[in-house]
């Protein structure tokens, strides 16, 4: 099984400012790799996928970069809304696996 | 884009079957080449993937999980469904139905439906 570890646990970020998120794999996904937010009580939902491409409806905030087995994920200027947890994810190989997801929280 | 909503007990005994439903609208379960998923988030923890089918009929299990998953789909109802035996207090979860596309990437959800593993 291939592991998701993501860095930092939490990140704490003003409004306004640049939040970066890195996702490793523990051996190559290629780009066969997603972002996913999550807001509390709510199912998660896709923000890039491919590594690098945002998924429809997504803000152009909001970039991904990567492949192998190092991921970033950048949100360019928080706004209110971004603050969330946020999980990445491999399909590259079965079974699918998630890394244990960044908290973004206001500074 | 898809609508899916999870349905089902949201308390189940130790030792019994969880068994959820995911009802689909907005386009057909049999059209298409998707994943029909599941997914699962203890309270506070991460996600992890449970399993799906293909809309060939194949179905891929968590290795962790897969001698007591089942996934299956009813093309007359257009809904998906999951189940999971002797279930324990581990198995307390949200969980999560899906649409995986393009090998993987999971584009629409439910909601997610609480099930409590107690006796």
């Known amino acids: 099984e291939i592991v998701m570890t993501q860095s930092p646990a939490t990140l704490s970020v003003s409004p306004g400012e640049r939040a970066t998120l890195s996702c490793r794999a523990s051996?190559?996904?290629?780009?066969?790799f997603a972002w996913y937010q999550q807001k509390p009580g709510q199912a998660p939902r896709l923000i890039i996928y491919?590594?690098?491409t945002r998924a429809t409806g997504i803000a152009a905030r909001f970039s991904g970069s990567g492949s192998g087995t190092e991921f970033t994920l950048t949100i360019s200027s928080l706004q209110s809304e971004d603050f969330a947890v946020y999980y990445c994810?491999?399909?590259?190989?079965?079974?699918?696996?998630f890394g244990q997801g960044t908290t973004v929280e206001i500074k | 884009q898809v609508q899916l909503q999870e349905s089902g007990p949201g308390l189940v005994k130790p030792s019994q079957t969880l068994s959820l439903t995911c009802s689909v609208s907005?386009?057909?379960?049999?059209?298409?080449?998707?994943?029909w998923s599941w997914i699962r988030q203890p309270a506070g923890q991460g996600l992890d993937y449970i399993g799906h089918?293909?809309?060939?009929?194949?179905?891929d299990y968590n290795p962790s999980l897969k001698t007591r998953v089942t996934i299956s789909v009813d093309t007359s109802k257009n809904h998906f469904s999951l189940k999971l035996s002797s279930v324990t207090a581990a198995d307390t979860a949200v969980y999560f139905c899906?649409?995986?596309?393009?090998?993987?990437?999971?584009?629409?959800w439910g909601q997610g439906t609480l099930v409590t593993v107690s006796s």
């Open positions: 899906a649409r995986a596309s393009y090998g993987g990437i999971l584009d629409d």
């Open positions: 051996q190559s996904v290629t780009t066969n």
């Open positions: 491919g590594a690098s």
């Open positions: 994810q491999q399909y590259n190989n079965w079974p699918w696996t």
């Open positions: 907005g386009g057909s379960i049999s059209s298409g080449y998707f994943h």
């Open positions: 089918m293909y809309s060939s009929g194949s179905t």
